[in-house]
């Protein structure tokens, strides 16, 4: 089997045992059940800021060193605050821990991306880099698939008994945890020490060392222009190390000058921003709909989110295999993805049965799963070794960041959830809009061009 190949099935093996947390789909619940008993209001407005918040300064930390340790460190460290996360949840927990367990589960979410710097440093070949990443998220989604599955058939045969779960969750980390032990670490040297980080010394700089050298060495006669000799002076190209902060703001700085970078990032950014925001409150969502419903139906959260993401998974690794121009048609392709999912996202503020944001969000979650294969897998094919986590890394900060500010904003202003997600699709409309500009920009300078081109 191919080298590329191996450390694929890695990473998605990995990447599957790490989703396998059967509680996340029912947090909302659990936290508000008799464990905790944690009233709504502080579950939006008190429990979720705090992992936003704290996901801020995680993700800062993670996009600079990433790159720096070689990813596998913190491919290990993500499936060890896993397993915090849900034991601090176990039993009857404390506010406090309940507060400590939103801490590591933000340590979770920013550590996340290291397994795709991992994956692509070991893939020599950026044109596997689709394929690849296309199959790793496959496997989360799978992960995610199983994990909903399971929670939803163990909360039916204890009569909606969430106390279970968070025991089951742990064991899914902790095999995701020895799996990324067992990962064959990069053995090249580190990146911001690399040979490629060294800077030729001028001419003058080479004259002030010699001077230096002559003056202090006592093996030498005194220091005249006759006493040495040309043969004596080491011309031998000399170089200094770069400091590892100007090797960040130089990678940085290149990798962002690229137009097609940027062009993804954009989406990748905003998109990202509007995922995280649902991705933390959908099942608060599901929980306002039945409180304010007369139809007191059964919770089918790990039910939905199974086949949503059993579904996804499956489009996610048949876009990893697509062939198509997306420097051509990426523009089209992100604008009417973003159109599709701004106007299902803004459906949820309207309906009131809990089965039609069912099918929404089961929409949903295919629709963006299978962009952001696209869009992780078009910047990682333009960046150069030892830059993946800080470029990839950097738009989930940035996410994090607006995300917070969002949250921020719109707990002061008391903003009920369901005119919230009205807002959340309007992160996709605006995407919608800034690249339907583009498509349209492009194809009327194509036609203005030829239009003033003579036939000869």
């Not at 996610?316 to 009417?336: E, H, I, P, Q, R």
């Not at 800034?434 to 498509?439: C, I, L, Q, T």
Request: charged share 15%; net charge positive.
């Amino acid at each position: 089997m191919e080298k590329w190949k191996k450390i694929t099935i890695m990473v998605t093996a990995f990447t599957f045992f790490l989703q396998i947390r059967p509680l996340d789909s029912f947090l909302t619940a659990y936290l508000t059940g008799p464990n905790v008993n944690a009233t709504l209001n502080e579950v939006t407005d008190v429990f979720t800021p705090i992992k936003l918040y704290t996901s801020v300064v995680s993700t800062f930390l993670v996009f600079l060193l990433a790159d720096y340790l070689r990813y596998k460190p913190l491919v290990v460290f993500n499936g060890m605050v896993g397993m915090a996360t849900y034991l601090c949840l176990i039993g009857k927990p404390s506010i406090f821990s309940v507060k400590l367990s939103e801490v590591f589960g933000s340590l979770v979410l920013s550590c996340e991306w290291t397994y795709y710097g991992y994956l692509f440093a070991r893939i020599k070949d950026k044109n596997h880099y689709q394929i690849a990443t296309g199959c790793v998220k496959a496997g989360a989604l799978s992960g995610q698939f199983i994990s909903g599955l399971f929670g939803q058939l163990v909360t039916y045969l204890n009569n909606s008994d969430y106390n279970t779960l968070p025991y089951y969750s742990i064991i899914g980390v902790t095999i995701a945890t020895a799996l990324a032990i067992m990962f064959p670490p990069i053995k090249r040297k580190i990146g911001y020490f690399h040979a490629d980080n060294t800077l030729p010394i001028t001419v003058d700089e080479k004259a002030n060392l010699f001077s230096k050298h002559v003056i202090c060495n006592s093996d030498l006669p005194k220091y005249s222009t006759f006493a040495v000799k040309k043969e004596n002076v080491d011309c031998k190209p000399a170089t200094k190390i770069k400091s590892p902060f100007a090797c960040i703001y130089e990678n940085f700085k290149n990798s962002y000058a690229n137009p097609v970078i940027l062009r993804w990032s954009l989406w990748h950014v905003l998109g990202l921003t509007g995922y995280i925001q649902i991705f933390l409150y959908i099942n608060i969502l599901y929980t306002y709909i039945m409180d304010v419903s007369d139809n007191k139906n059964e919770l089918l959260n790990g039910l939905i989110d199974s086949l949503a993401t059993m579904c996804a998974a499956y489009c996610s690794y048949k876009m990893g295999k697509t062939n198509v121009d997306w420097m051509v048609y990426g523009d089209t392709f992100l604008a009417l993805n973003g159109l599709a999912i701004g106007l299902l996202v803004c459906l949820c503020s309207w309906v009131k049965h809990i089965y039609l944001v069912y099918i929404i969000y089961f929409s949903y979650t295919i629709l963006i799963q299978s962009v952001f294969v696209i869009t992780i897998s078009e910047i990682a094919k333009q960046l150069k070794d030892d830059c993946y986590i800080l470029v990839l890394g950097f738009n989930a900060f940035l996410s994090n960041v607006l995300t917070s500010i969002t949250s921020l904003i719109l707990v002061y202003v008391g903003t009920s959830i369901p005119k919230q997600f009205l807002i959340y699709g309007g992160f996709f409309l605006f995407l919608a809009a800034v690249y339907g500009y583009a498509v349209i920009y492009k194809i009327y300078s194509t036609k203005t061009v030829k239009h003033f081109v003579r036939v000869p």
